[in-house]
């Protein structure tokens, strides 16, 4: 559930070209014509959940939260690379209709609550856990069909974000999230 140095390794090549893929993504030009059919009526999706009281109660900024997202869609599709649901999500040809969908939860216990239902599940996720202050933040699937997704998530709400100045007294986002 965490990202390894590994990961972060593999997807080096991605981006070193100038057209963003490279290496081992060049299998995946095309969708194969089974997930193509598949495509039009139940799209590959990626879920992020994201901790709302991270921004009431601890007043971080949206940016932060946004970092804290990336890293863990970032993830999911790095330790899920070998999955053909996610080469056809990354897929040159599929780039332009990838579907995201951003959620949140209350807190700590709903998210670790989430994650832990997506694992009796077997569905592929990342739960991001900040470092050094080593406590959860979010977490993102691993692209896969959205009917097999959105069951989990019935519980979550569509997030509506906002810029809200931070309370005394609250803790600041750490550097460089």
Same mark, same amino acid.
């Given at each position: 559930?965490?990202?390894?140095?590994?990961?972060?390794?593999?997807?080096? %090549?991605?981006?070193?070209?100038?057209? /963003?893929?490279?290496?081992?993504?060049?299998?995946?030009?095309?969708?194969?014509? !089974?997930?193509?059919?598949?495509?039009?009526?139940?799209?590959?999706?990626?879920?992020?959940?994201?901790?709302?009281?991270?921004?009431?109660?601890?007043?971080?900024?949206? /940016?932060?939260?946004?970092?804290?997202?990336?890293?863990?869609?970032?993830?999911?599709?790095?330790?899920?690379?070998?999955?053909?649901?996610?080469?056809?999500?990354?897929?040159?040809?599929?780039?332009?209709?990838?579907?995201?969908?951003?959620?949140?939860?209350?807190?700590?216990?709903?998210?670790?609550?989430?994650?832990?239902?997506?694992?009796?599940? /077997?569905?592929?996720?990342?739960?991001?856990?900040?470092?050094?202050?080593?406590? %959860?933040?979010?977490?993102?699937? !691993?692209?896969?069909?959205?009917?097999?997704?959105?069951?989990?998530?019935?519980?979550?709400?569509?997030?509506?974000?906002?810029?809200?100045?931070?309370?005394?007294?609250?803790?600041?986002? %750490?550097? /460089?999230?």
């Amino acid at each position: 559930m965490h990202l390894c140095l590994t990961t972060r390794a593999c997807l080096l %090549p991605l981006l070193r070209t100038s057209a /963003g893929f490279a290496g081992r993504a060049c299998a995946t030009r095309r969708l194969p014509s !089974a997930l193509m059919g598949e495509a039009e009526h139940d799209p590959l999706v990626q879920y992020i959940v994201l901790r709302r009281d991270l921004q009431e109660t601890e007043g971080w900024p949206l /940016g932060a939260l946004v970092a804290q997202g990336s890293h863990a869609a970032v993830a999911a599709v790095a330790e899920h690379w070998d999955t053909p649901a996610c080469r056809a999500y990354v897929a040159p040809d599929a780039i332009k209709r990838m579907t995201k969908a951003v959620l949140e939860v209350k807190g700590e216990p709903q998210l670790r609550g989430l994650a832990a239902k997506l694992e009796e599940g /077997g569905a592929a996720h990342v739960l991001w856990v900040e470092q050094p202050e080593n406590f %959860p933040t979010c977490l993102a699937t !691993a692209p896969a069909r959205k009917s097999t997704l959105t069951p989990f998530f019935k519980k979550c709400r569509l997030s509506s974000w906002h810029d809200v100045k931070a309370t005394s007294g609250a803790q600041q986002a %750490p550097e /460089g999230t």
